[in-house]
């Protein structure tokens, strides 16, 4: 199961499986998509906070990218309310679980 943040809304799954499926897109683009019943303005504001918490990179004019956080959250290996990742294996940057509990 995902680890979502409480910050995050249901729209932010949708928008890291498009961009994830998809690859890089502008705003208006992701606006548009048939899952995603928001408005421009909204999906803005979402890639926003989800670039502010690592899940999403702005390549700039409203495009944004997946990082390894937001692949990591899709594939329920990172804790996005805790900002770690779960599987421990150092494969990806990043606190993960088991260092932040040692300190």
Known sequence: MRQSGT???IWDD???ETIRKE???PVGELA???GL??????VSRRCKKLAEHG?????GNGVYTITDRGEAYLDEEY???NEVFLNGNGSRDGPTVSETSES
């Open 32 to 34: 548009e998509e048939e």
């Open 23 to 25: 690859g890089a897109k």
């Open 37 to 42: 019943r928001i408005s421009h303005s909204s």
């Open 55 to 59: 899940l999403l990179t702005p390549l």
């Open 7 to 9: 910050w995050m809304t």
């Open 79 to 81: 804790d996005a309310e």
């Open 14 to 16: 949708r928008i890291l």
